[in-house]
């Protein structure tokens, strides 16, 4: 079976530019999650959905940051407009009710 | 809130060592516990998971223990090898829609 499948797995931009990443998660999975990995700040949850309804976004550093999930097998994070400091790996996860999360292998994003 | 306290890295040890990584946790209730291990450029994979007190998770030689007098989990593995190098994250359920609470990991290092 397909994991979670994130695109694209290495991005390069210059700040002020726009990024969209993208996640499909596992077919049936109901729950989706946006994480973001610093050496700084550890593993942060920024917005997870379920049933492609957002739950909780209070996690999104900046109004620069958006989530959407527009059906249950895609979802996108986009930053606009992009900055240095948001520089990091980005992992998406997902998973049924009361089963474990299940992770992609992740978006490492420069922003020069 | 919830939370996830996990003993600080690096931990270093040498092949065959007896490795133990502490987790303990604050939580209403009795979350389900997990395991979950990071390989450099990877995404977080399941180690191993427990349900209720007192169940024993166990994978790739690897256990832990629901402890709830204690509410720990602390992760056990008699003789590691130098492939167990990888950071090691302690999380809880923390919701009923599947989002998880994790410790801030703990890297590990085996020398030959």
Same mark, same amino acid.
């Given at each position: 079976?397909?994991?979670?499948?994130?695109?694209p797995? #290495?991005?390069? $931009?210059?700040?002020?530019?726009?990024? $969209?990443?993208?996640?499909?998660? &596992?077919?049936? #999975?109901?729950?989706?999650?946006?994480?973001? %990995? $610093?050496?700084?700040?550890?593993?942060?949850?920024?917005?997870?959905?379920? /049933?492609?309804?957002? &739950?909780?976004?209070? @996690?999104m550093?900046?109004?620069? +940051?958006?989530?959407?999930?527009? =059906?249950? !097998? +895609?979802?996108?994070?986009? &930053?606009?407009?992009?900055?240095?400091?948001?520089?990091?790996?980005?992992? *998406?996860?997902?998973?049924?009710?009361? %089963?474990? %999360?299940?992770?992609?292998?992740?978006?490492?994003?420069? &922003?020069? | @809130?919830? !939370?996830? $306290?996990?003993?600080?890295?690096?931990?270093?040890?040498?092949?065959?060592?007896?490795?133990?990584? /502490? *987790?303990?946790?604050?939580?209403?209730?009795?979350p389900?516990? +997990?395991?979950?291990?990071?390989?450099?450029?990877?995404?977080?994979?399941?180690?191993?998971?427990?349900?209720?007190?007192?169940?024993?998770?166990? =994978?790739?030689? +690897?256990?832990?223990?629901?402890?709830?007098?204690?509410? !720990?989990?602390?992760?056990?593995?008699?003789?590691v090898?130098? !492939?167990?190098?990888?950071?090691?994250?302690?999380?809880?359920?923390?919701?009923?829609?599947?989002?998880?609470?994790? @410790?801030?990991?703990? %890297?590990?290092?085996?020398?030959?």
């Amino acid at each position: 079976d397909a994991g979670v499948i994130q695109s694209p797995r #290495h991005e390069v $931009t210059e700040m002020g530019q726009e990024v $969209t990443l993208r996640c499909k998660p &596992i077919s049936g #999975h109901n729950s989706l999650f946006w994480y973001r %990995q $610093t050496m700084m700040r550890g593993l942060e949850l920024l917005i997870y959905f379920n /049933n492609n309804v957002p &739950i909780d976004d209070s @996690g999104m550093p900046e109004d620069r +940051f958006s989530a959407k999930m527009p =059906n249950a !097998s +895609f979802s996108t994070l986009k &930053i606009q407009p992009s900055e240095p400091r948001d520089s990091a790996v980005y992992f *998406c996860a997902s998973s049924s009710h009361n %089963q474990p %999360q299940h992770f992609g292998d992740g978006t490492r994003l420069s &922003i020069l | @809130g919830d !939370s996830v $306290t996990q003993m600080e890295g690096p931990v270093t040890l040498s092949e065959e060592a007896f490795l133990t990584i /502490n *987790c303990t946790y604050t939580a209403t209730g009795y979350p389900s516990l +997990f395991w979950y291990v990071q390989y450099p450029g990877e995404g977080l994979q399941l180690l191993l998971k427990a349900t209720k007190a007192d169940d024993k998770g166990s =994978n790739k030689g +690897f256990e832990a223990t629901y402890r709830k007098e204690t509410t !720990s989990f602390h992760l056990e593995k008699g003789s590691v090898q130098v !492939s167990d190098s990888a950071v090691y994250f302690c999380a809880l359920k923390a919701d009923s829609w599947g989002k998880f609470q994790f @410790g801030a990991g703990t %890297q590990v290092v085996v020398t030959p």
